[in-house]
């Protein structure tokens, strides 16, 4: 069975950092990429960012680059996102998903991964 | 960037035909994929490759990109479709992935 298992819920400070992992099983993980995608409350879905495993070569939005670090260990078949200077408006459900190759869909998605930044 | 534009809300009565629509610049020149979101829930990919459909994904789903806009067509709509769906592309330019802004499909 196919799966993408995240990391629980974290509340944060602003200004702080957090790491959210996705762990993979079920398949061979450097076939297919990893994307990172993220939903502010009430709001739609905005892509972060895909790391191709096989390669470690990584794709960010231009808005996160400096802030966002997209790494993976293929030893266990897991992959985070890191994501410094935290505002409040990073407030957000982070998930993680898969696809074959950067053009094909996303079929496979981890559950969310609540990530909250209050003071 | 790419923009991909969604209307935000499509209403359809049970049993009817639902056709929410994804348009960008030249489109057609493009995969487009479309996921469907439930209240909490991660998105699942319904429809892959403008027309492909996933194993256990019903037949009532079906897309089309043959121009602009792309569409994603729901027939027989049943209760449970309710969700909203968002539409995506790879913009080959930028090597980013772009999302549609999402429609909420409510049934009547």
């Known amino acids: 069975q196919v799966r993408l298992v995240q990391s629980g819920a974290e509340v944060k400070k602003p200004g702080a950092s957090v790491k959210v992992s996705c762990k993979a099983s079920g398949y061979s993980f450097t076939d297919y990429y990893i994307h990172w995608v993220r939903q502010a409350p009430g709001q739609g879905l905005e892509w972060m960012g895909w790391l191709n495993p096989k390669s470690g070569d990584t794709t960010s939005v231009e808005s996160f680059q400096g802030r966002v670090t997209l790494t993976t260990d293929t030893s266990i078949t897991t992959a985070t996102m890191a994501m410094s200077g935290l505002r409040s408006d990073d407030t957000a459900v982070y998930y993680c998903?898969?696809?074959?190759?950067?053009?094909?869909?996303?079929?496979?998605w981890g559950q969310g991964t609540t990530v909250t930044v209050s003071s | 960037s790419y923009v991909l534009t969604q209307p935000p809300a499509v209403s359809v009565a049970p049993g009817k035909t639902a056709t929410i629509t994804c348009g960008g610049n030249d489109i057609g020149s493009k995969s487009v994929h479309w996921y469907q979101q439930k209240p909490g829930q991660a998105p699942i990919l319904v429809i892959f490759?403008?027309?492909d459909r996933p194993s256990g994904i019903p037949e009532r789903f079906s897309g089309s990109n043959s121009g602009n806009p792309a569409t994603l067509t729901i027939s027989r709509v049943e209760a449970g479709d309710e969700a909203d769906y968002y539409c995506q592309v790879w913009d080959s330019s930028s090597d980013h992935l772009v999302f549609g802004g999402g429609t909420k499909l409510t049934v009547l």
């Open positions: 490759y403008d027309s």
């Open positions: 998903g898969r696809s074959i190759r950067p053009g094909a869909g996303l079929d496979v």
